[in-house]
């Protein structure tokens, strides 16, 4: 089985920053990509940021300049790094790892519980 925990988030004045940290573990042949969505209330979950095995990275429009994904292969570990945060930054932040297993012949999306952000003074 495949595991994927996400940690770090809380509350955060408007113009802090956060860090988020999601670790992969379990039965884990190779990781393609690691993302971060995010999904406020009464809204539908987004993409806020992708992250690729090969180093490739990808930001929605409303985070580009502001947030940042960094990735640890050897440790199966993605981060968010989160400045300049806004209210409407305020979301169950969710990470995703394509994984293909030991054994496995093909990747599959596994996801974390999420962790809640909230921006607010």
């Known amino acids: 089985q495949v595991q994927v925990v996400e940690s770090g988030g809380g509350l955060v004045q408007p113009g802090g920053s956060v860090r988020l940290s999601c670790t992969a573990s379990g039965r884990i042949f190779s990781i393609n990509t690691m993302a971060w969505y995010r999904q406020a209330p009464g809204n539908e979950r987004e993409l806020v940021a992708t992250s690729t095995s090969g180093g490739s990275t990808n930001y929605a429009d409303s985070v580009k300049g502001r947030f940042t994904i960094s990735r640890d292969n050897a440790k199966r570990t993605v981060l968010l790094q989160m400045n300049s945060l806004k209210p409407e930054d305020t979301a169950v932040y969710y990470c995703?790892?394509?994984?293909?297993?030991?054994?496995?012949?093909?990747?599959?999306?596994?996801w974390g519980q999420g962790t809640q952000v909230t921006v607010s003074s």
């Open positions: 995703l790892a394509a994984v293909r297993q030991t054994g496995g012949s093909y990747f599959l999306d596994y």
